[in-house]
Each structure stands twice: as structure tokens, then as C-alpha cells.
T-cell receptor
Framework: DTGVSQNPRHKITKRGQNVTFRCDPISEHNRLYWYRQTLGQGPEFLTYFQNEAQLEKSRLLSDRFSAERPKGSFSTLEIQRTEQGDSAMYLC????????????FGPGTRLLVL | AQKVTQAQTEISVVEKEDVTLDCVYETRDTTYYLFWYKQPPSGELVFLIRRNSFDEQNEISGRYSWNFQKSTSSFNFTITASQVVDSAVYFCALSEWTGGGNKLTFGTGTQLKVEL
């Protein structure tokens, strides 16, 4: 059984460019979460999906951010017109459906905006 | 709003010492879950334990043990006979049910350094 995978693991981009990250959850998990982690801080919730439906978005998710999970399997997180403040680790987690299920995290995508 | 406080930013111990990582939380929920995750230098968050608010029994798993005290809103984590491989950042987290999924609220983490 493979865990959560994320690609790419590292991304360096110039300010103003668009970037897209991919997350492949554990195969039987129907919930998928995105978090952002900045240096010295704990992860902060961004958004989550149950199957293909995006059920909640954090205020941290500005209009430049969009997430999709088109077939209820993998998910993508796109950041348009990147800013230096977007530099962070973007973490994806998945879980089974349940009232208080455990979230299992991927290795993250580390973004650096120059 | 939910909040998790990990007051210890960094702890350094010598191998084989015992070490306790503190976690204090705030929530208005009557039913909630608490978690501990380990983040080694590679960056991946590794799940360690989940506890629900109705179960205050302490739990032991090998060298790891957890002390959950609802009266003081604390969920502390002890590593017995620490090893160099235990060096990592440890996060305590609290789940919030949002009607379709769980948001985790994390503390700021405790960096544990275990030296020879």
C-alpha cells in the first residue's frame, strides 16, 4: 500500500509565474486536504475535498489559488501570479470517510518564489 | 476558535534521557480528537497517535507514551530513553469537525534534538 505522493517535491519559480502541484492520495481514501506550512510554523489548513466536491476553503486561499479534484482521485493546487509570500511547503493529506478520521500526509512540495 | 499551544520551541537532550513535549489546547467542542505528528528533516508529517476526548487513559507504545488530561486541556508526549533518530519537529494537533471533514489545527511545533 503506497502512501500519499506529491509532485514535484521542489519548485523554484519567479514572481508572477503560475505553478501547479499534484497530490495522489492513498487509493481508498475519499477525503483529501491541502495545508500550507511556513518556516517555523505548523501546517495551516487551506481546503479539502470529499470525493470531487470541494467542501471548504480557508481565508488563506486567495483568489490566486485554485484547487481541483476532478475525478475524486488525484488533486491539483494551482497558484497564479505567484508572490514571494507564497513561498512555503504545501502539504497534502488524505483520509477515509469518518467523523474523526486520521489524516495521512504526503512529503510535501516546497515552493520558493524568487 | 480552536487553538493549540506548544510552548517549548526547542529541546535538546542527550541520548537515553527521557523527554516530555507539552501540548495545551483550547476548544469549545465537547467531542474532539487530538493528534501527535512527527516531522523529520525530510519534511513528511508522520502520524504517531490519535486520542478522542472521551478516552483519558494514558497510552504507551514502545518508548512513546501520552498523557491526556482533560481537566487541564493538555496532551503531553513523553519519549523514554531518547535516541538520535528521535530528532525531529513534533506537532500536536486538534481536529475540528466542519460538517463534512476535519480541519486540523496545529501547534507551532517543538524541535527535539537528541545528541550523543
Amino acid at each position: 500500500d503506497t502512501g500519499v505522493s506529491q509532485n514535484p517535491r521542489h519548485k523554484i519559480t519567479k514572481r508572477g509565474q503560475n505553478v501547479t502541484f499534484r497530490c495522489d492520495p492513498i487509493s481508498e481514501h475519499n477525503r483529501l486536504y491541502w495545508y500550507r506550512q511556513t518556516l517555523g510554523q505548523g501546517p495551516e489548513f487551506l481546503t479539502y475535498f470529499q470525493n470531487e466536491a470541494q467542501l471548504e476553503k480557508s481565508r488563506l486561499l486567495s483568489d490566486r489559488f485554485s484547487a481541483e479534484r476532478p475525478k475524486g482521485s488525484f488533486s491539483t493546487l494551482e497558484i497564479q501570479r505567484t508572490e514571494q509570500g507564497d513561498s512555503a511547503m504545501y502539504l497534502c493529506a488524505s483520509s477515509e470517510q469518518g467523523s474523526r478520521e486520521t489524516q495521512y500526509f504526503g512529503p510535501g512540495t516546497r515552493l520558493l518564489v524568487l | 476558535a480552536q487553538k493549540v499551544t506548544q510552548a517549548q520551541t526547542e529541546i535538546s537532550v542527550v541520548e537515553k534521557e527521557d523527554v516530555t513535549l507539552d501540548c495545551v489546547y483550547e476548544t469549545r467542542d465537547t467531542t474532539y480528537y487530538l493528534f501527535w505528528y512527527k516531522q523529520p528533516p525530510s519534511g513528511e508529517l508522520v502520524f504517531l497517535i490519535r486520542r478522542n476526548s472521551f478516552d483519558e487513559q494514558n497510552e504507551i507504545s514502545g518508548r512513546y507514551s501520552w498523557n491526556f488530561q482533560k481537566s487541564t486541556s493538555s496532551f503531553n508526549f513523553t519519549i523514554t530513553a531518547s535516541q538520535v533518530v528521535d530528532s525531529a519537529v513534533y506537532f500536536c494537533a486538534l481536529s475540528e469537525w466542519t460538517g463534512g471533514g476535519n480541519k486540523l489545527t496545529f501547534g507551532t511545533g517543538t524541535q527535539l534534538k537528541v545528541e550523543l
